[in-house]
């Protein structure tokens, strides 16, 4: 038998609440209580009540959706990191009643889409994917009043916006020191673009390891670039080709980790015992976790979860859509080191 549609009269009675108390409930209103709240979203849920997206907007002037934007052919998004992010932030904005609009933005082209989603009200929040060291996004989105969290932060005034990132400084740092303590001193960088933030506070964190160790840094051994996999796969070439290559590498992210485990086969070396090699992992969903059997996995890593950030950052927007007093909130999230099979002592 065909089930029984729930509007919102009759998710009411079963509450014993007015139509006006779950609707606001629904919605995120300060003025009704957590406890009720809970208690109405419970209720929702199990009945699988859906509201009426019209509706709910009359109600309470929001849309409902979330604006993402993806530049096109730029170096701000790589896809399998993009697409983890969002399968994180859509189980929340799913949860809450929310869409996701996502939009593709040419070169030069995303100060007018922002403005768009705030001018046609298109959407209540956005993302800001991919930082650079200096963001013009965020004075645009802080002028025309458009609520949005940073997936990553900039050098300005980091507390003046909502933002959630990973310690990079402190993760690189422990990755190179990493690699200090099983005994290589020249170690060689395969970073991001350092136009964007994240990647210059990487190379901070690995300077600042050899620095400690009074370990000369040589420019040799750094290089930065999209973080894709023909990208590591060259890097890693370079590097060998060198006069006095480096023991060990320490890549910016699994991708050119991935093409550097390519050339380093083609070389006939093998990771852990000729080359030692440490990598950033966002734990993508795409890559089987070789870790999972209890065997353990293959890259030395410092690992954090580009999916969980995802769920993070939109709980974070959501929260500020609905209640448009709140001070900024930041997270710095520590990366986890875990040990594979691509590290060792140095024999």
Known sequence: MPKTSVNLKSLSQSLG??????????????????KTRLRVVEAAAKMNYRPSPSAASLATGKTRAI????????????????????????????????????????????????RDFAGRRRVDGVVV?????????????????LPFVVHGRSGADPGSYSWLDVNNLSAFEKATQLLIDEGHTTIALVNGLESMNFAVRRRAGYEAALKAH???????YISSADMTEP???????????????????????ILPAMGGLRALTERGLQPGKDI??????????????????????????MQSSIQAAGKCVAEML?????NSDQSPVCE?????????QTTGKRV
């Open 17 to 34: 609440l007015s139509q006006t108390t779950v609707s606001r409930a629904l919605n995120g209103f300060p003025e009704v209580n957590e």
């Open 332 to 340: 710095l999230w520590e990366a986890k080191l875990v040990p594979g």
């Open 318 to 322: 959501l929260k500020q859509i609905t």
């Open 67 to 114: 604006g993402h934007v993806l530049p096109v052919s730029e170096h701000r998004m790589i896809n399998p990191h993009f697409s983890d992010f969002l399968s994180g932030a859509s189980e929340v904005y799913s949860a809450a009643g929310y869409d996701l609009l996502l939009r593709m933005a040419e070169s030069g082209d995303e100060e007018e889409i922002y």
């Open 214 to 220: 009074d370990v000369d840094i040589n420019k040799r």
């Open 276 to 301: 030692a090699v440490v990598t950033y992992d966002d734990q993508l969903s795409f890559l089987q976790n070789p870790g999972a059997s209890g065997a353990p996995p293959y890259f030395t890593s």
């Open 129 to 145: 994917h991919g930082p650079m060291i200096q963001e013009p996004r965020i004075a645009l989105l802080q002028s025309i009043g």
């Open 231 to 253: 990208y590591g796969y060259q890097a890693t070439l370079d590097q060998l080709a060198l006069g006095h290559p480096p023991t060990a590498i320490l890549y910016s992210s």
